[in-house]
């Protein structure tokens, strides 16, 4: 049974330890963790869900936001704000007695400082590509065109010499076409988008990055670029190598070549603490955690996951899914995803395993229909309407789904707009994003809405035991001997 004593020794060490707002002693408070309570004693999904306390839940979220405040507002990847939120989830799966393990991953962070582009005298908008250099001070050069699109050494006229090469996006990769750029001799590139606004996050490949800079703008620019008599750009960029670790847990009992596992991230973005996105989706998980137990009555392992560096490309789940071992990866009988369960104009989605929206992500692999239905049947039985959110990759089950994995999961909405449809369905604005402050540092608890995340909270509960209690009849996935995996290899 879990020890408040200890868990409460073991986080004012942590907090001491950690940079940031001090109290009277020069030291940050101590983050308090809830009170402990006994795992449920019979496992069934109502049980479960009616077992998460939505003030427990918020009291994880409360640490999390104290965890931020103390740690220059943010709990990001390789930042002490992280590692302080890592030991407070992994602590109290420890002392819970689940099997926890905090394995490292590194990688190479891209940070962008000031960019000015201008064409002429007029200001452009721009975004540098990933990985691209910077340019160590103004650099101005007139811009030439390339007709073609820059795939061939060929495409390049004689005069791109000493200039900006302007290339339109497609057919081949940036790198490719900054590449030959350069051996053509331009001093930097122009990649002109196919949208006529919004700016989109391109990447160079990290092996293969130019030695002159490559930034994007909008097709709706492209004339003022290319017409202008020069351009200037001065941008700053930098790369850093981040070190961080994923939280995993385990239960104790159950059939361990048949695994459900379950996931949230655990960063936030660097601007903010990340409260929404993702600390509800954790909160959630790890009160769920800790009111199953770790020796639960149940037929199947229980795996969850609580992944670093999401806000990077998901480079946590994809770092523990890359590195499994074939027979590893078909013992995941599914995967759950949370991620933003409170937003604060939010609705109920859950991730459209049927692809019956036919939003443009395909169905999921076989069995993710049934985790949809499981989803669906527990918001039919409280009467709440409930739509379809579309297998983009934007989080964790990306590297799930890539490896043949059965997915579902909830989520309550991020940086779209809430339409009128939707607004007469679960209330809200309409016109306004699900989450205002998506991505900001006013993602703080006060940019929850407790009553969506405790509905999202009790969904995540109720699935969970639905699937730790079978991953056969009705409303289940394949089994072991006809799992389809694919090995998936870890995105740079």
């Known amino acids: 049974m879990l020890q408040l004593w200890a868990v409460a020794a073991a986080a004012t060490m942590l907090a001491g330890g950690c940079a940031g707002a001090g109290t009277d002693t020069g030291r940050p408070a101590p983050v308090v963790a809830p009170s402990p309570l006994p ?34 507002g943010t709990r990001a990847a390789g930042t002490p704000g992280n590692d302080a939120s890592i030991h407070y989830v992994a602590g109290l799966l420890r002392e819970a007695g689940f099997e926890v393990s905090t394995p490292e991953f590194s990688y190479t962070r891209f940070t962008v400082g000031s960019v000015l582009f201008a064409a002429g005298a007029g200001d452009v908008k721009g975004r540098m590509l990933e990985s691209s250099v910077g340019t160590r001070g103004p650099l101005t050069a007139r811009p030439v065109s390339v007709p073609a699109r820059g795939c061939e050494a060929a495409d390049f006229p004689a005069d791109v010499r000493g200039a900006f090469a302007v290339i339109a996006r497609g057919e081949c990769t ?29 990447r160079l490949e990290p092996e293969n990055v130019p030695d002159i800079p490559v930034i994007v703008v909008t097709r709706a620019d492209a004339g003022r670029v290319g017409g202008a008599r020069e351009l200037t750009l001065d941008a700053e960029t930098a790369t850093e190598q981040i070190t961080t670790r994923n939280v995993i847990a385990e239960t104790r009992t159950g059939a361990p070549d048949d695994v459900v596992m379950a996931g949230a991230h655990l960063d936030s973005v660097s601007a903010g603490p990340g409260i929404d996105d993702n600390g509800t989706g954790a909160a959630a998980l790890l009160e769920t955690a800790l009111r199953l137990g770790s020796s639960p009555d149940v037929p199947q392992r229980v795996r969850f996951g609580f992944w670093g560096a999401e806000e990077e490309y998901l480079r946590g789940s994809w770092d523990y899914v890359g590195n499994l071992r074939a027979e590893d990866v078909r013992a995941i009988a599914l995967y759950l995803n949370f991620d933003m369960l409170g937003s604060p104009n939010g609705g109920y989605f859950t991730l459209d395993g049927d692809d019956s929206a036919r939003a443009g992500g395909g169905a999921g692999p076989a069995g993710s229909d049934a985790v949809e239905r499981v989803f669906r049947r527990f918001f039919a039985e409280r009467g709440i309407p409930v739509a379809d959110t579309d297998l983009d990759g ?32 679960w209330g809200g604005k309409a016109g306004v994003r699900f989450d205002p402050n998506y991505h900001r540092d006013s993602d703080t608890i006060d940019n929850v809405d407790f009553d969506i995340l405790a509905v999202n909270s009790a969904a995540a509960a109720y699935a969970l035991a639905t699937y730790a209690l079978s991953t056969t009849g009705p409303d289940g996935v394949p089994p072991v001997a006809a799992r389809e995996r694919t090995e998936v290899e870890i995105p740079e």
């Open 39 to 72: 795992p449920v004693a019979e496992v069934t999904p109502q049980g479960l869900a009616d077992a998460i306390d939505i003030d427990r839940v918020t009291a994880h979220l409360r640490a999390l936001q104290q965890i931020a405040d103390d740690n220059d």
């Open 174 to 202: 940036f790198s490719d076409k900054a590449r030959n750029a350069q051996s053509a001799g331009a001093v930097g590139v122009v990649i002109v988008d196919d949208a006529d606004e919004g700016l989109p996050n391109l």
């Open 394 to 425: 934007r989080s964790d089950y990306a590297p799930f789904l890539a490896a043949g994995v059965p997915v579902g999961g909830l989520f309550s909405g991020a940086d779209g707009e809430k339409s009128e449809e939707q607004a007469r369905m």
